[in-house]
């Protein structure tokens, strides 16, 4: 990456970095050496739920806990995450190992979502919650109206089942299909499959559910396409 590639980051982020180290700290997997995101992350995972909270309280202020609880989970999912790093163009600035350019790391969903929440990280700890709150907003707040109303309800898993109990079919099949990373930080990959409609699903995450849902989600958005 360079210079300008770095400014026009921040631009789109809307908040120019005073320590232009953090930022880079937050742009590094892993496999690029040791001063890399993981501890950003593990703070942007919790500055963004609570900014999600807050921002849903606001919004939403005589809905029960339970939904603001559900479409809180879907704003903050890898795919979201994913989808507005993508916005944001990070494939072009992240700092990675060859081999993990090589392989397509630059494109993984995974490790564009950690990416993120690094970013909100390196935002709250430079510039504290108020400017990570407001990057949050203005990432996340186009969303919520668009993603509100699908996700008052069940779950990518439990949808999915009951739209095919409701025509008669199988359950779906889920399976790990790889694992990647230490085994106190994994990523689980799974596979959701409908075998009366050859179609699969794949997903990604921190847990075996998470990757379920995600694999669950995917297969239900097929499925809904085909059959409209």
Request: charged residues 25%; proline residues 3%; contains cysteine.
């Amino acid at each position: 990456m360079n210079a300008a590639q770095l400014s026009a980051l921040q631009q789109r982020l809307g908040h120019p970095f005073q320590d232009r180290d953090l930022l880079m700290r937050a742009l590094t997997h892993r496999s690029w050496g040791s001063d890399h995101n993981e501890r950003l992350e593990f703070l942007g995972d919790a500055v963004l739920n609570l900014a999600v909270s807050d921002l849903l309280f606001d919004q939403y202020g005589n809905s029960p806990e339970g939904d603001l609880t559900r479409v809180r989970a879907h704003l903050v999912r890898q795919d979201m995450l994913h989808r507005i790093a993508l916005s944001l163009q990070l494939p072009a600035v992240l700092r990675l190992s060859e081999g993990e350019a090589r392989g397509g790391g630059a494109q993984r969903p995974s490790i564009l979502a950690d990416a993120m929440e690094a970013l909100i990280g390196a935002v709250y700890r430079e510039a504290g919650f108020g400017a990570a709150e407001a990057l949050v907003r203005r990432l996340f707040g186009p969303l919520v109206a668009e993603t509100a109303t699908q996700s008052w309800g069940k779950d990518a898993k439990t949808q999915l089942q009951e739209w095919l109990q409701g025509r008669r079919m199988n359950v779906p099949e889920y399976r790990i299909e790889s694992t990647r990373g230490r085994a106190h930080d994994q990523t689980f990959v799974v596979v959701c499959s409908v075998p009366e409609y050859a179609l699969e699903g794949r997903g990604e995450g921190r847990s075996r559910r998470a990757a379920e849902q995600e694999a669950a989600r995917e297969v239900l958005d097929r499925l809904t396409a085909l059959t409209e």
